[in-house]
């Protein structure tokens, strides 16, 4: 028998892996059946379609990164996210839009062929860079429904003033960019369609900062030394992945829950997988409040107060992670329950399954472990923490150049 070509193959593993989510604008309703079809496509690319796998092991970038002709095949992207934000289908219904101007000079009446110009458009776009560049924007980046920034072919920096914001709008892709030393805004404009004009109050000075959003999907990208968080979500918003990217040398890294007290964050699903915390961090690894969180298969080589934390009884459900603790012996514990009494965060639902603890790493686990809540913090199967090093190694945003692969 003749081994199928590959041309052939990648067919057959687009029919039966990737077929289009449906586009949806609420938060995943049923985690037990993202979890079930989750596990059923990654265990039916095993058995069919194994030989195709790059052998990274990680399921996103096995996903597209074979692919040689990926730069024709952009938007096949979206077919390849998981975990909560795996309906996030950006603008892969739509045209390509060349970003040409790395200018930003009209922040109200934004330039064709600027970023800016491009994320405020209300049809779904998916946007890509005719060249590197770096965008040193005015005033935050606020962005319209259905849109994917994809950096892959050009090495894009958004540096030196306000960055990404998502708020109140669904459907984003935000794909290897350089975002770091973001800074916060003056006055800044909000979105009203047909136009981008107004004024509201200055922008906290986040990477990426989700306010009311969902179906979001931050993917390999590489984020520093902003002045808030590096990738924060807040105010209702939910179904989101925040995979494959390099975060280093900041202090609070990830906030999802906007207050003790805003209760409509109950409803908030976050997957954290694949994610490479590095060098210079200090704590938020996330910081949780009230929802749900699957933190899985991520590699934690640097924290100085404490990786995971949270408050307003989170579930977080730890799995095949690899925590290598600094040196200090006062932060060996990964987890910090704040702003509660033990006789209180005993009864959350923390816990850690098959994670790799290193250097003394400990895990303070707490609650019943009552299934369904694990259910609703449960959106794929994690691989062994063994495994962790080859699934994170490409973290980051990527090299890819025109005309080879990825």
Same mark, same amino acid.
């Given at each position: 028998m003749s081994i199928p070509s !590959? +041309? &052939?193959?990648?067919?057959?593993?687009?029919? &039966?892996f &990737? +077929?289009?989510?449906?586009? /949806? +604008?609420?938060? !995943?309703q049923d985690p037990e059946s993202v979890v079930q079809e989750v596990h059923r496509k990654l265990n039916a690319s095993r058995r069919n379609l194994g030989y195709l796998s790059c052998g990274t092991g990680n399921p996103i970038d096995d996903c597209w990164r074979c692919d040689p002709n990926w730069e024709k095949n952009r #938007?096949?992207?979206?077919?390849?996210?998981? @975990?909560?934000?795996?309906?996030? !289908?950006g603008g892969r219904d739509g045209k390509i839009y060349v970003v040409t101007d790395p200018s930003d000079q009209d922040p109200v009446n934004p330039k064709p062929g600027t970023l800016r110009h491009a994320v405020i458009q209300d049809e779904p776009l998916w946007i890509i860079f005719a060249r590197d560049?770096?965008?040193q924007l005015k005033e935050e980046l606020i962005m319209n429904s259905f849109k994917t920034i994809d950096g892959r072919g050009a090495s894009v920096h958004i540096a030196g003033g306000p960055c990404i914001t998502i708020q109140f709008v669904t459907n984003i892709i935000i794909h290897?960019?350089?975002i770091h030393d973001c800074k916060q805004g003056g006055n800044a404009m909000v979105r009203d369609s047909p136009k981008h004009y107004g004024w509201r109050t200055v922008s906290d000075g986040d990477g990426v900062s989700i306010f009311g959003g969902t179906h979001i999907w931050v993917d390999h990208?590489? &984020? /520093?030394?902003? #002045?808030? @968080?590096l990738v924060d979500a807040i105010h209702g918003s939910s179904a989101i992945t925040i995979s494959n990217n390099y975060m280093t040398h900041h202090d609070k890294v990830m906030l999802l829950g906007h207050s003790d007290s805003y209760t409509q964050d109950k409803n908030m699903q976050v997957t954290i997988a694949f994610n490479h915390f590095g060098e210079g961090l200090v704590q938020r690894m996330p910081r949780c409040r009230h929802g749900y969180f699957h933190v899985v298969n991520n590699d934690y080589t640097h924290w100085e107060m404490y990786a995971i934390g949270g408050s307003a009884g989170p579930t977080i459900n730890s799995q095949g992670n690899r925590f290598v603790a600094p040196d200090d012996r006062f932060s060996k514990e990964v987890t910090k329950y704040e702003d509660a009494p033990q006789s209180e965060w005993k009864n959350w639902n923390w816990r850690s399954e098959g994670d790799l603890m290193v250097n003394g790493a400990f895990f303070t686990p707490s609650g019943a472990g009552a299934s369904s809540s694990y259910a609703k913090a449960s959106s794929l199967g994690a691989k062994p923490s063994s495994l962790v090093g080859s699934i994170t190694g490409a973290s980051g945003a990527l090299n890819c150049r025109r005309g080879s692969r990825c």
């Open positions: !590959v +041309s &052939l193959c990648f067919f057959l593993f687009c029919l &039966l &990737l +077929s289009p989510a449906l586009i /949806s +604008s609420s938060p !995943v #938007q096949r992207l979206a077919d390849c996210a998981i @975990g909560f934000g795996k309906n996030a !289908v560049m770096t965008i290897g960019l350089h990208c590489s &984020l /520093s030394n902003c #002045q808030d @968080g």
